[in-house]
């Protein structure tokens, strides 16, 4: 069974760095893509960065948070990080880490396997 747990959210002051983290399990993350969705309250969910298999190895970050955040691989403890540096206020959202089975491009993927999410609050 694939199964993706989040762990790292929290709450954090205007700035800040916060690190995720998504652990796997019953697949194996090096030939699959892994990617980091948000969903702040009201609105629909946002692909926020994605990393290819390591064969690919090509990353993808959305534009609100290019430059900001960057995403990584532990290849021998299979996770994947998602690092966010310099956080705002609108950064504020559930965030969920997840993987697709079957299509292993970061741009056409729509995902068909999720984390539980973790919330990130940004706040003074």
């Known amino acids: 069974q694939v199964q993706l747990v989040e762990s790292g959210g929290g709450l954090v002051q205007p700035g800040g760095p916060l690190r995720f983290s998504c652990a796997s399990s019953?697949?194996?993350?090096?030939?699959?893509?892994i990617g980091w969705v948000r969903q702040a309250p009201g609105k629909e969910r946002e692909k926020v960065a994605c990393?290819?298999?390591?064969?690919?190895?090509?990353?993808s970050y959305a534009d609100s948070v290019k430059g900001r955040f960057t995403v990584s691989r532990d290849n021998l403890k299979n996770l994947v990080y998602l690092q966010m540096n310099t956080l705002r206020p609108e950064d504020t959202a559930v965030y969920y880490c997840?993987?697709?089975?079957?299509?292993?491009?970061?741009?056409?993927?729509?995902?068909?396997?999720w984390g539980q999410g973790t919330q990130v609050t940004v706040s003074l």
């Open positions: 019953g697949f194996t993350p090096d030939y699959s893509i």
């Open positions: 990393i290819e298999s390591i064969s690919r190895g090509s990353a």
């Open positions: 997840a993987t697709d089975t079957k299509d292993l491009d970061c741009g056409s993927s729509t995902y068909d396997t």
